[in-house]
């Protein structure tokens, strides 16, 4: 064996020893077959070791056996315990230690696995399992023999297949178990699986040849061995030697089949060199001498598996330190986004405050527009709150001009009197809950955020019913509501009808400025949840963080909704003032195109001069601008429509720049700023240990992440060297 390949394999067992086939796939020759299946008499052969031969369950773990080429004689046995058990299993492991051993003859070889039987807290081979117990272990139990004599060699034995419970020793559960951990390894892409049948029965019977194809779907590494040809009946050796010789297609592997005649019951007490001497004579005589010689002994199957292993670690070594070197960089993925140990008072603290600060920056950049500053901002639009937030100032905007009016007012047109045709209101409509658009919609009808976020139910309801647009032409309405208010007063108009009509006008208000709010409520609600989620990278502490912050989120959003029920009460049931001159203005210009409308319906005579303007009758004039009951109706109306667009803007603005950017996104007390440093600083102890500290099942995870860590570490620096 060239020096580099040895080198290769011994580097392989040091990867072993660190149990990192449980992280890697690791090339390895791996034995597998039923209990009854001549296994262990195969292992005998190609080792020398007396691996027990009785007919119970022989073991119940897997067993590794190593030769390395040394000066020195020596045999080693240890056991390799599998990653994340509990610590009572590792401390009984490794009461087991590194055992040196002078010989290993049958007894001793009986003894080691008692003694590991033991140690794995499983029953000893041939005993019945406790209730407490487990049948079978993934600890690896590894017998090390070097000296001159030998060349590297490695080997992996796994515990027998078997169909049917052993009452007191194994259940239906264990075959199972058993059927998994052979699988494990045969699903390895670096190992040659050796699946060991006897020749005496149909092979296509073998539930390890049924194993060996879905595992090696291509059967380029699989060998099959087949033990027990001293029992085929006579006249059936043609299939065998058939089937090694492959001339037929069925259950061929590309690796083929070697036979191999071991030691039966009766001859358990000759010696080694006595076995392969029989072995010899049996395969000189027909029809046996007619196959390969290499195809035939434990000789041609040693030097078989010699080159295999060699072969299969040149190939799979860089891809080894590859997948290991990926392997540390997920790792440590995973530990960065556990994020820090969190055991003392002091690092939960700082935990916290370190993703308050992060949370700070995203929600400062969300509300300035800085979309390419953090990648959260491509991750779904419920971040990009500046333009979700005008989006829905917009909408209440165009809702409010549309749909806030209780009548709609009459406008003047050129031709004959004073238009009655009123604009038309557009219809109010809730949408359904399905409806996913970005439109308002009203609390009473968002299923949605009710389910999603429960603790925004009774934020989200509205005491108010959808208003109704009111019935009739306003004209009329006017005119009755004025009839209605005359008293003794001479020669005015009643103080307490114009803030009467304005309030009627616009009582919708408060109904659609209210469902603005509990909109941008709800998106601000879903950014602060998405951000802190973004942010913690830990979905418990995110929910514990969740539910003490939603304590101090829920009031500042009430804050919002009673200072709208303010800005409404002040604009609808308050003094009718403004100091807009536009007031004035809109005023004068309804009049004059009421006056106009009015002129041009009259009759008039042209003289004939192109210069001169149509002449009218000074009576006609007279009775047009005369006060009387219609002509102030109309002049109550042009007021009340000039004041209620002032008003309107106003309350737009209002709400829009106090309710919602004052209360909600700017202001000292906006739930976009309650999650801060002093948030943090103002928690207890007792209440930072309760949200940031570790729990038992992330120190678990931690701690084997940590110590999968080293391990792989171990196995680069390894291979490095």
Known sequence: MLAEDRSRLQKIDELYDLRLDEYVSL?????????????????????????????????????????????????????????????????????????????????????????????????????????????FSHNILKFELSGPEYEHFSVVDLPGLFRKPTAGQTTKEDMQLVRQMVGRHLRNPRSIILAVVPANVDIATQEIIQMAEDADPKRQRTLGVLTKPDLVDKGAEDKILELVTNIGGKGRFELGYTVVCNRSQSELDITFDERNDKEVAFFAQDPWSWLPKERAGIGALKHRLDNLLVDITRRSFQGVAIDIGKMITDVERKIVLMGPVRQTVHEQRNHLIHIASKFREITTKAIDGYYSRDQCFEKGKVFRLATIIMELNHQFSETIHKNGFTRAFCKAQSGSDLSRTPRTAAPITPPTPDDDSDALCYPQASKKSNDEYPELKHIMEIAENIPKTGDGDIMRWITVKYKQSKGFEIGTINTSLMPSLFAEQSRAWNFHAYTYVTKVIYKIHCFNHEALQYCCNDDVLCRRLWERLIQSLLPSYQRALEHVVFLTGIERHGNLITMNHYFAENVRKSREARLKVRLESLQSWSTGDEKREPLLRLQDIWDVVASNDDHTTQDLHDTLKSYYKVARKRFVDAVCLQAVDHYLVSGETSPLWIFSALFISNMSDAELGQIAGDEDGTLKRRNVLEAELVSLKAGAKILEN
Not at 57 to 78: A, E, H, M
Not at 123 to 135: A, C, D, F, K
């Open 27 to 135: 090339p390895q020759l791996v034995v597998v077959g039923d209990q009854s299946s001549g296994k262990s008499s195969v292992l005998e052969g190609l080792t020398g070791l007396p691996f027990p031969r009785d007919s119970g369950l022989c073991t119940r773990f897997p067993t590794q056996i190593v030769f390395k080429r040394s000066k020195v004689s020596n045999i080693d046995v240890s056991i390799m315990a599998a990653h994340d058990q509990d610590d009572l299993k590792v401390d009984a492991i490794s009461r087991f230690g590194k055992q040196e051993l002078n010989a290993l003859d049958e007894a001793t070889f009986s003894r080691i696995l008692a003694k590991a039987s033991e140690c794995m807290g499983i029953p000893l081979p041939g005993q019945n399992r406790h209730v407490y117990m487990e049948s």
